[in-house]
């Protein structure tokens, strides 16, 4: 039987049976990963920290026939900042939702991984807005996966230094004033968004985090992003809806 040695964050843990578990585990090693944890559930089990929503640990897994059983995990970080905090939990969860979406079983997905960890990082350990940290995420990795949009200057006449920015959904990039003509639904965004964009597709992953805001930009860069995102991924993603009735 094969066994898996790999590193991984808990994205779903289902309650089964009588004290284990079946947990869903981004790992390194080859994307999702479906574990069963025997026993995990009773406290004094060696299995009950490392499989908790949102743990990152060194695992060793057994390979079944449909299933992988855990044999041992390691907590690395258990991110538990983020399951005490209501809102930063919610704004987990979407990451998460997103995450399971794109991440397939049996391909690894490492920049994905590096990107989903350093933001949980942060998410967890500093007191940077939540909603900006998530934005920086949906957008980078949307870029990640191949729809970066083209945010260096003019799309259509390649012109870098724009007076007025426009963001073009249908064309993925940004416009300049005389090239809006025929593209009615492209957005007018303002220099710090602009500038914000540029930041997060293209900063190394280490600095992908230092930069700050104005609540406006903020709030335009939210959405832009979303309805990006929802064309790009074709997909409404609800769980930050949830925020709203806190
Ligand atoms: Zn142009």
Redesign the pocket.
């Known amino acids: 039987m094969g066994y898996i040695r790999t590193k991984g964050i808990v994205i779903k843990e289902v309650n089964t049976g009588e004290a284990d578990k079946v947990v869903t585990i981004f790992s390194a090693h080859s994307g999702k990963i479906t574990g069963y944890a025997k026993g995990a559930r009773r406290p004094k089990s060696r299995l009950a920290a490392g499989t908790q929503f949102l743990c990152y640990s060194d695992l060793v897994l057994f390979k079944g026939k449909e299933l992988c059983n855990i044999y041992s995990s390691d907590v690395i970080d258990s991110f538990y900042e983020l399951r005490e905090d209501i809102v930063k939990l919610t704004y987990s969860a979407h990451m998460v939702d997103l995450i399971s979406d794109v991440v397939m079983e049996n391909q690894p997905a490492s920049k994905v991984l590096q990107l989903f960890l350093n933001t949980l990082h942060v998410l967890a350990k500093t007191d940077r807005s939540p909603e900006l940290v998530t934005r920086v995420f949906e957008l980078r990795l949307l870029s990640l996966l191949g729809y970066a949009p083209y945010v260096r200057g003019?799309?259509?006449?390649?012109?870098s230094e724009l007076e007025d920015t426009y963001f073009s959904f249908k064309k993925c990039g940004f416009?300049?004033e005389?090239?809006l003509i025929n593209d009615t639904y492209a957005s007018k965004i303002s220099k710090g968004t602009a500038k914000a964009m540029n930041f997060i597709i293209h900063a190394p992953l280490r600095l992908l985090f230092n930069f700050a805001l104005s609540k406006e930009a903020l709030e335009e860069l939210g959405k832009i992003v979303k309805k990006y995102l929802r064309e790009r991924l074709d997909k409404d993603y609800t769980k930050l809806d949830f925020l709203k009735c806190l």
Do not use: D
């Not at 003019?154 to 012109?159: A, L, P």
């Open positions: 003019c799309i259509q006449c390649g012109k416009l300049c005389e090239c």
